[in-house]
């Protein structure tokens, strides 16, 4: 039996409590970028995935993605209600950690992946519909794409590599987000009304949580403290930097203001782009992705906006997106020398291939079933809600709260 080791115990259970304070993290950010009137409800969006996922990983969810692979397409319910996952190792996933600590640290990529979709359809959908949407997409969604590529699945097993997420959770998020924008539909505005921000200083503070939490998301990845982790860490922080000063020159040039939504968004789309490369690139290539993702993204918006889309807070554009883009980018910047996977730059053209058709088969997976989900789920409650509830406000009509009570004496 591998022993444990107390280091890598105490760096992978921080990881997982930095990737804990990404959702409330993600509820600030999201909840800075709308309207005052639906703050409240894009937040409690967020905080709920907290608990809805949690027991969703404890009743079978973490036992479907990591139990016994059955056909390459699932896992079997060996772990269902942590049966078996304690204080000893499992050498497949983590042999210097406790199983549990290697549980605590995955359950929590599970919750933030959904929230991250509700970027897209803000301000206009049913909470109660949402609830069914989270245990719905969380279980036929999430579930089967981690056990493909983390589990032992088929993608795993033809070669697809995803150091931390980008394929999993930026992907499957940003795909399943530009579904819920075609199927939701666009958001009804009265004459003269405004979508900017209502509050950019939640926006730079759910930044700085995102950003601060990512160095655990991509860090811990490598499931102990040591040279990887540090590799992790350091592309992490370069791409997110690379891309916020990227971006913010080209909207200044663009929009003829340094804008610091764009900036902030910048940095986004910068750490989603590395997330999937952190544990296999050296630090010089995460300078170019971090650059690339910042154009790229920035074109993806543009092209959101021209072709009308209403993705409320730009969820493909910069998670689907930069996911997309860092995944396969893994398969050019690769080195054999960071973690024994190599990319087209040292001639390995099978890599390059791979990671296209895992991405290309995520995310129709992700847009055919959250299409399917979203059409489901409406037939028995409606997924938006009425133009009267829309017009008002979703904090004030579903949830019975304000953000701010200006009358408060």
């Known amino acids: 039996m591998n022993q444990v080791n107390s280091g890598d115990t105490a760096f992978v259970l921080i990881s997982a409590a930095l990737v804990f304070l990404m959702t409330p993290g993600l509820a600030f950010f999201y909840g800075g970028l709308v309207r005052r009137k639906n703050v409240l409800t894009i937040m409690m969006q967020s905080f709920i995935s907290l608990g809805v996922v949690t027991a969703i990983w404890v009743f079978g969810g973490f036992s479907l993605v990591f139990g016994t692979d059955i056909g390459g397409v699932i896992g079997n319910f060996q772990y269902f209600l942590l049966n078996g996952v304690g204080a000893d190792p499992n050498p497949s996933y983590g042999s210097t950690i406790p199983f549990l600590a290697f549980f605590i640290y995955q359950e929590m990529f599970a919750i933030i992946t959904p929230a991250l979709i509700t970027g897209a359809f803000a301000d206009r959908v049913n909470f109660k519909s949402y609830l069914k949407f989270l245990v719905f997409w969380s279980i036929l969604v999430y579930v089967p794409l981690a056990h493909w590529i983390w589990g032992g699945g088929f993608l795993q097993k033809m070669g697809v590599v995803d150091f931390a997420g980008g394929i999993v959770v930026h992907v499957s998020a940003g795909i399943?987000?530009?579904?819920?924008?075609?199927?939701?539909?666009?958001?009804?505005?009265?004459?003269?009304?405004?979508?900017?921000?209502?509050?950019?200083?939640?926006?730079?503070?759910?930044?700085?949580?995102?950003?601060?939490?990512?160095?655990?998301?991509?860090?811990?990845?490598?499931?102990?403290?040591?040279?990887?982790?540090?590799?992790?860490?350091?592309?992490?922080?370069?791409?997110?930097?690379?891309?916020?000063?990227?971006?913010?020159?080209?909207?200044?040039?663009?929009?003829?203001?340094?804008?610091?939504?764009?900036?902030?968004?910048?940095?986004?789309?910068?750490?989603?782009?590395?997330?999937?490369?952190?544990?296999?690139?050296?630090?010089?290539?995460?300078?170019?992705?971090?650059?690339?993702?910042?154009?790229?993204?920035?074109?993806?918006?543009?092209?959101?906006?021209?072709?009308?889309?209403?993705?409320?807070?730009?969820?493909?554009?910069?998670?689907?997106?930069?996911?997309?883009?860092?995944?396969?980018?893994?398969?050019?910047?690769?080195?054999?020398?960071?973690?024994?996977?190599?990319?087209?730059?040292?001639?390995?053209?099978?890599?390059?291939?791979?990671?296209?058709?895992?991405?290309?088969?995520?995310?129709?997976?992700?847009?055919?079933?959250?299409?399917?989900?979203?059409?489901?789920?409406?037939?028995?409650?409606?997924?938006?809600?009425?133009?009267?509830?829309?017009?008002?406000?979703?904090?004030?009509?579903?949830?019975?709260?304000?953000?701010?009570?200006?009358?408060?004496?």
């Open 176 to 409: 399943a987000a530009l579904a819920s924008v075609f199927f939701v539909g666009k958001r009804k505005l009265k004459k003269g009304e405004k979508l900017a921000p209502h509050n950019i200083a939640f926006v730079a503070l759910g930044t700085g949580l995102l950003w601060f939490g990512w160095f655990g998301f991509n860090g811990g990845g490598a499931l102990a403290a040591k040279g990887l982790a540090a590799t992790a860490f350091v592309n992490t922080d370069i791409a997110g930097s690379i891309a916020m000063i990227t971006w913010l020159f080209i909207s200044w040039v663009h929009e003829g203001k340094p804008s610091m939504v764009g900036a902030l968004s910048g940095a986004v789309a910068g750490l989603a782009a590395i997330t999937p490369a952190a544990g296999y690139v050296p630090a010089w290539a995460s300078i170019i992705i971090g650059f690339l993702a910042s154009i790229v993204c920035y074109l993806a918006v543009q092209l959101r906006i021209k072709l009308d889309w209403d993705d409320a807070l730009d969820v493909w554009g910069m998670h689907g997106v930069g996911g997309i883009l860092g995944s396969i980018l893994v398969g050019v910047f690769a080195s054999s020398s960071v973690n024994g996977v190599s990319g087209l730059i040292e001639g390995n053209v099978r890599q390059f291939l791979i990671q296209f058709a895992g991405v290309v088969i995520t995310a129709v997976y992700s847009f055919v079933v959250t299409f399917i989900i979203l059409k489901v789920v409406n037939h028995f409650d409606p997924i938006r809600v009425s133009d009267e509830i829309e017009t008002r406000g979703l904090d004030e009509t579903i949830h019975g709260e304000t953000a701010y009570d200006f009358n408060d004496k």
